[in-house]
């Protein structure tokens, strides 16, 4: 089973160390700077084995050739955007295991917010990875893949079981409940969840991970119907 642990790292991006209970390995999820990290690590062990990256922009990569060469950990990301990517000791895709000590994990193909993300999923730990994908009330802005890819990639999340813990890659959660909101201002979940996630920023706790059986009830682009009512969401929220 995988301990999680959230890494605020510039603004309002998420890296995520993923810690192997049984063994103590780790992995880090798209670590955008090296310090944050860093500072973490040397209250769990100082150890780094793997970091799993899920697409290609800076925010996400930033740090983890860095990482790797101070820890000796593993790069693995897709082997699709091998190219774009920092060096990867282990090119992946689809269906591909990816384990962290006793903790076994698969990749999802997941296109929509870039055309060559990926997801980690790692059933046992009910832990999903998802980068700029999914979102706690949200999903990714579609930066180079269409409205298409991306509705099938949330199908294909939304249908992993509700106890997931959602592991995504920024602290949108606020605005993007306003946006919620805005389209259905009624919604007595969506109005209780406000009050959860005042009260966490207020805090200075982060809103994640979510759970996905919150998100498929309360995720409007989750909710939508069919690709056009998805489209019109996701050109609605990109002017929000």
């Known amino acids: 089973m995988l301990d999680v642990i959230p890494i605020p790292m510039r603004t309002d991006n998420y ?34 084995d793997y ?42 895709g689809e ?12 990749v999802m193909v997941t296109p929509g917010h870039t055309v ?7 059933a046992r730990s009910q832990v999903l990875c998802c980068g700029d994908t999914l ?20 199908r294909r999340l939304a249908s992993l079981p509700p106890e997931t813990r959602v592991c995504c890659g920024h602290e949108y959660t606020e605005h993007n409940l306003a946006f919620a909101l805005s389209r259905d201002p009624d919604n007595a979940r969506l109005l209780a969840r406000r009050k959860v996630v005042r009260a966490r920023r207020e805090a200075g706790q982060p809103t994640l991970p979510a759970l996905l059986g919150d998100e498929i009830l309360e995720n409007p682009f989750l909710l939508a119907p069919d690709l056009e009512h998805f489209a019109n969401l996701r ?3 990109d002017r929000f």
């Open 15 to 48: 890296a995520w160390l993923l810690v192997d209970q049984a063994t103590a390995r780790t992995g880090l999820v798209d670590p955008a700077e090296a310090a944050p990290a860093a500072a973490i690590l040397s209250r769990t062990g100082g150890r780094l």
């Open 51 to 92: 970091i799993l990256l899920t697409h290609h922009h800076d925010d996400h990569v930033g740090a983890a050739a860095l990482l790797a060469r101070d820890y000796g950990a593993v790069i693995i990301g897709a082997a699709a955007d091998a190219h774009r990517l920092p060096k990867l000791d282990r090119a992946v």
């Open 95 to 106: 269906g591909n295991a990816v384990e962290i000590g006793e903790s076994d994990g698969v």
């Open 116 to 122: 060559g993300h990926i997801c980690f999923y790692f």
């Open 135 to 154: 979102f706690s009330l949200g999903c990714g802005r579609l930066f180079e893949g269409t409205a298409s890819m991306m509705f099938a990639s949330l």
């Open 235 to 237: 050109a609605a929220r």
